[in-house]
């Protein structure tokens, strides 16, 4: 499916014409109001395609391995390439084992001198276990679809903004680390640290949140992306987006019924889930929502039966879904 341009007009050109008698010329006098249209470049779904199918050809992106090396140092890059300005974070944090995790998160800014801001973010690290399978459990997982689904998408966008007239907003792309480090499923009590209830999963978020890239950072709102490019994917209003930005909601819900997208963005609700949106709305105080797949006749429950399996391989990614998210994403940004 290729992407399409499309054309939205903000405000019909008024025109009145005295026309009294044949040989009497038009009246020019009337005001004509008129404000320019504001074009959407293409979302190519191959593309975004190739950059998943490039993350996972790296293996799995666990934290503290080559491969997650390798594949941080390649996003870097190609957003370089695109045409940002790209600033890394290089952190550790403790995992839920006990053992210290080398994470980075990395920015994307475009459109330096513009104040309103949106950001757009997922994740680029794996699941370091299949604890949901059946067999191999404590072995990695590709994370086609968890993890660089979105990032993905996002690398597209991020090619086309490189390419193309900017938005008149601010685009900020966060690709955050050691998401999905959470403990595994065998662990019945979940550990504390420092006697405090700990949350394991989401640690780039939680630390971006509290140390912005920039020193006061403030976006209008931001989208975070995660597991967007399964076949026949469903997203749902999902709660926590419901309770911190709902207008966002509405507002990109809305885009997506326009384009043609409302058997992938559902109008109905889901219930609120632990993810990157809920840090950056509770930490950094910006109203943020998730589009994540819901699949609530899963045997997961929330997500397709893939989730934190060995089946979330290049098998389960399909292009019709990633262009859905990621033309309903241009059209929302570009007519901000």
């Known amino acids: 499916?290729?992407?399409?341009?499309?054309?939205?007009?903000?405000?019909?050109?008024?025109?009145?014409?005295?026309?009294?008698?044949?040989?009497?010329?038009i009246d020019h006098s009337t005001a004509h109001v008129v404000k320019k249209a504001i074009t959407v470049p293409s979302f190519n779904n191959d593309s975004a395609y190739y950059f998943i199918k490039k993350q996972v050809e790296f293996g799995p992106r666990v934290p503290n391995t080559d491969p997650h090396l390798r594949c941080g140092n390649y996003l870097e890059a190609q957003l370089k390439r695109f045409g940002a300005k790209v600033t890394t974070q290089e952190f550790s944090e403790q995992a839920y084992d006990g053992s210290i995790l080398h994470l980075k998160n990395i920015v994307a800014s475009y459109n330096l001198s513009a104040?309103?801001?949106v950001l757009l973010a997922a994740h680029w690290d794996t699941r370091p276990f299949a604890d949901k399978d059946f067999e191999d459990r404590y072995l990695p997982i590709d994370g086609a679809n968890d993890g660089a689904s979105g990032v993905g998408v996002l690398l597209e966008?991020?090619?086309?903004?490189?390419n193309n007239e900017m938005p008149n907003t601010g685009i900020d792309i966060i690709f955050f680390d050691g998401e999905d480090y959470g403990e595994h499923e065998d662990i019945e009590n979940v550990p504390f640290k420092n006697g405090l209830m700990q949350i394991w999963w989401c640690l780039g978020s939680q630390y971006w949140a509290k140390n912005p890239h920039v020193?006061?950072?403030?976006?209008?709102?931001?989208?975070?992306?995660?597991?967007v490019g399964g076949k026949n994917a469903e997203f749902h209003k999902e709660g926590g987006s419901m309770q911190f930005a709902p207008k966002v909601v509405k507002?990109?819900?809305?885009?997506?019924?326009?384009?043609?997208?409302?058997?992938?963005?559902?109008?109905?609700?889901s219930p609120g889930i632990?993810?990157?949106?809920?840090f950056i709305n509770r930490d950094a105080k910006i109203p943020t929502i998730d589009i994540v797949e819901y699949k609530p006749t899963s045997p997961s429950f929330y997500f397709g039966d893939y989730?934190?399996?060995?089946?979330?391989?290049m098998d389960i990614i399909d292009k019709q879904t990633l262009q859905a998210v990621g033309e309903t994403v241009l059209f929302t940004i570009y007519n901000e």
Do not use: Q
């Not at 009145?16 to 010329?25: G, L, Q, R, Y």
């Not at 966008?157 to 490189?162: D, K, S």
């Not at 632990?274 to 809920?278: A, F, G, K, L, P």
């Open 1 to 25: 499916m290729m992407g399409r341009t499309a054309y939205t007009l903000f405000l019909v050109i008024l025109a009145f014409f005295a026309c009294e008698s044949s040989n009497k010329s």
């Open 115 to 117: 104040k309103k801001r």
């Open 215 to 227: 020193p006061g950072y403030a976006a209008y709102y931001g989208i975070v992306l995660d597991m």
């Open 251 to 269: 507002r990109v819900w809305d885009i997506a019924r326009s384009l043609g997208y409302s058997n992938y963005f559902v109008n109905s609700n």
């Open 307 to 313: 989730h934190h399996t060995h089946r979330d391989n």
């Open 157 to 162: 966008v991020a090619r086309i903004l490189g």
């Open 274 to 278: 632990t993810d990157d949106h809920i």
